[in-house]
Nanobody, 112 residues
């Protein structure tokens, strides 16, 4: 079973940027899909962005045009570039593989 480790969270002002990384314990070549989810306090976990093994991507409406999901197969890593951050983006962000396996999460806090 693949293990996922997220990093890159932190505190940023509104309008700023962060890049999250998700390192997998083995090749991501055939992991389909890989995605980023987030969970804000008192809210359900929601899909932010996903990427298939073929490279197709999809995004939540709330982040489309601001966030970009990408991957580096050589490093077994998936990234989430987050630009123009808003306070409502504050959440714990989780990496996901196959829709089943989760990382431990990384906290993103956006101050106004």
């Amino acid at each position: 079973q693949v293990q996922l480790v997220e990093s890159g969270g932190g505190l940023v002002q509104a309008g700023g940027s962060l890049r999250l990384s998700c390192a997998a314990s083995r090749s991501i070549l055939r992991i389909n899909p890989m995605g980023w989810y987030r969970q804000a306090p008192g809210k359900q976990r929601e899909l932010v962005a996903a990427i298939t093994s073929g490279g197709n991507t999809n995004y939540a409406d709330s982040v489309r045009g601001r966030f970009t999901i990408s991957r580096d197969r050589a490093k077994n890593t998936v990234y989430l570039q987050m630009n123009s951050l808003k306070p409502e983006d504050t959440a714990v962000y989780y990496c996901n593989a196959y829709g089943q396996t989760w990382g431990q999460g990384t906290l993103v806090t956006v101050s106004s």
